[in-house]
């Protein structure tokens, strides 16, 4: 008997939903063989939104070209430029000839007698600088974080160097290097930094050391926005420091270590270490690094008027050639991502 009610019910209850769903919303008529109209979507995008976001957009580009492009063209026209001696002149090469600048570029930074042992020695200050002090950094900056015993100390003793003139930072280095390294090192001689057995050792050394404190505040203060749950959650679960480093605070501080990361390959072109702070426009050919090079072909006593195409032109296949290793950078730390959210 209950089952026979609940097919009546169920029953009599089909065609009433049915005729609900026919039934049009007031004020709206249905054309004729036509499906009843939706209505407009609100969006954030309409009337005076639009037009701020439109007026937003445009200072951007307008910022842009301005202070970029208008600013910057006649070091981008220079890169199609030849140095006329005997007019005293920048002229433009001939249509056969507008890409030499970068033909020179190419092939002197794949060429050993040309740019390269210039590139490697600068990707080597830049990789180990970064690949050794960025994890270091983190690493301080989560014991500072904890509250660990003298954090204070080491948070002002480790952020000193990034406060003070990074050419006052250098002489200090160069006179404990040519002063007191020799001492306890007798076997450094008088001027290491000057032999080239030890020169490109301790400017690696000056890379990692001074390289560590650049992320230490915003790496602390980032973690500090870890809700204190998950930290006294782990604690309750006895999770240990190490584990709680490596799967509770680097998986909700991933974007930041992620924006951070992102000019990792871009500077191995632009690296030129500490070498114009210690030895001005004289450094050692051994010790040269690409960044450095390009430099003072424009700036010193080694600069001539004969190198701004080809420095020109440098800068500006660099910059193209950026673009990608940065979104390819991009592409490769989102694959590790671990997605966490808090």
């Not at 036509?34 to 009337?47: D, E, Q, V, Y």
């Not at 005293?88 to 056969?96: A, I, P, T």
């Not at 990692?208 to 870890?226: E, H, K």
Request: charged share 15%.
């Amino acid at each position: 008997m209950e089952q026979r009610e609940y097919l009546r019910e169920a029953e009599n209850a089909a065609p009433a939903a049915a005729a609900q769903e026919a039934v049009q919303p007031a004020g709206e008529a249905v054309p004729c063989g036509g499906k009843p109209r939706k209505g407009k979507n609100a969006s954030i995008f309409n009337g005076r939104a639009r037009i701020f976001v439109i007026c937003m957009l445009a200072y951007a580009v307008v910022n842009f070209a301005i202070f970029y492009v208008w600013m910057n063209i006649d070091s981008i026209l220079l890169a199609f430029k030849t140095y006329n001696g005997t007019t005293g002149k920048q002229e433009y090469y001939g249509f056969s000839h507008l890409f030499d600048n970068f033909k020179d570029f190419f092939v002197n930074l794949f060429t050993a007698s040309g740019t390269l042992p210039y590139f490697l020695r600068g990707a080597l200050y830049h990789l180990t600088g970064f690949l050794i002090a960025y994890p270091i950094s983190l690493i301080f900056s989560y014991l500072i974080y904890k509250k660990l015993f003298l954090h204070n100390f080491f948070k002002v003793m480790l952020y000193v160097p990034s406060i003070v003139s990074a050419m006052v930072i250098s002489i200090m280095f160069k006179t404990l290097a040519e002063n007191f390294l020799p001492v306890i090192f007798p076997q450094l001689g008088n001027a290491p930094l000057s032999d080239k057995a030890y020169a490109t050792p301790l400017l690696v050394a000056y890379s990692v050391f001074f390289a560590m404190p650049g992320q230490l505040i915003i790496n602390t203060s980032t973690m500090s926005t870890v809700p204190q749950e998950l930290i006294e959650y782990g604690r309750l679960e006895g999770i240990t420091m190490r584990k709680e480093f490596m799967h509770v605070v680097i998986p909700l501080v991933y974007p930041l270590i992620t924006v951070q990361c992102l000019g990792l390959f871009v500077g191995l072109f632009t690296a030129a270490g500490p070498l114009y702070a210690i030895y001005a426009e004289m450094a050692p050919d051994y010790t040269v690094t690409y960044g450095y090079y390009i430099f003072t072909r424009v700036i010193g006593r080694n600069a001539s008027e004969a190198y701004y195409g080809f420095t020109a032109a440098s800068n500006l296949a660099i910059g193209l050639i950026s673009v990608p290793i940065v979104y390819l950078t991009k592409w490769l730390l989102e694959r590790f991502d671990p997605e966490a959210e808090y």
